[in-house]
Structure formats: C-alpha cells, structure tokens
C-alpha cells in the first residue's frame, strides 16, 4: 500500500522544519543505519530511514521507515520490513484526510490494508515519532520471542 501523496490539495506543502527535526531524532537512534531526504536535503518532502538489520532475525533483510509530514500537520510514518523468505511485513500511522476512517489512522500489519482508527495523547511530532518508535520497538522484541 503506498502512503498518501504529498498534492497540496489533501495534505498541504511538506513541513520541511518538522522533517529535519525528525531526522536529528532518527540519525541519533541507535537501530538507524543512515538517513536520507527526497528528493534532496534543501527541498526534502520524504524522509527515509534505514534500520540495522543486525538488530532483526537474519530473514529480515531490510527495514525502513518512510516519514512524510505537511505544514496542516498531517503525516504518514510507514514502516516497512523486507523479508528474504516471504512478503514485506509493514504498517503505517497516518493523519490526513480520507473516506476509509477517522482523520488519525492506523493500517494494520502484516499488509497495511485493514485500517483502524488511532488515538494518539498528542499530535505534536515528537509525541508521534515517540509512538512510532516504540511500537517498532516492540516488533523488533517479538521478532526475538
């Protein structure tokens, strides 16, 4: 499932200040590999980030998560597993507007394609990104169990 399009028309411009800020927060994390914007870091509208695989069993063969936020403050966090041995498990947190839900949303694992409302304690990015984080987190330990 792809994440909502940034068109001005839905979501707003990207918020490139909220971007860079999650990026700082990403790049100190210690399950991130690297950092990169798309297109570019003067004019980023996308922010990806690449976790240590080291970290998840060795059929995971890559993890990421995809970052978009608007100047509305709408996002989509969607976070991504490749697998050498089956489908991409992924999820996504979103905030923008749609007829499937709610504004703030969550589409399910293992595909993304069942969709439930979310409540969050707080819009604020760093709240979000705290969310998101922890509930990769919490993945990367029952991966392990």
């Known amino acids: 499932m792809s994440p909502p399009s ?11 200040h909220t971007l860079r800020l999650l990026e700082r927060h990403l790049a100190s994390e210690d399950l991130i590999t690297d950092t990169a914007f798309d297109p570019n870091p003067h004019e980023p509208r996308l922010l990806h980030a690449h976790f240590d695989t080291t970290h998840y069993p060795a059929a995971t063969t890559a993890a990421r998560l995809d970052v978009r936020w608007f100047t509305t ?25 749609n007829t499937h839900n709610t504004r703030v949303h969550f589409h399910q694992p293992p595909d993304s394609n069942e969709v ?29 169990d």
Do not use: K
Not at 6 to 16: E, K, V
Not at 73 to 89: C, K, M, R, V
Not at 121 to 143: K, M, W
């Open 73 to 97: 403050g709408d996002f989509s966090l969607h976070y991504i597993e490749t697998n050498a041995d089956g489908p991409q498990w992924e999820c996504r947190w979103d905030r923008h507007p």
């Open 116 to 144: 439930t409302d979310l409540s969050l304690p707080s819009d604020h990015p760093l709240d979000v990104y705290s969310t998101v984080l922890d509930a990769i987190e919490q993945r990367l330990n029952t991966q392990w």
């Open 6 to 16: 940034d068109s001005s028309a839905s979501t707003g411009p990207p918020d490139r």
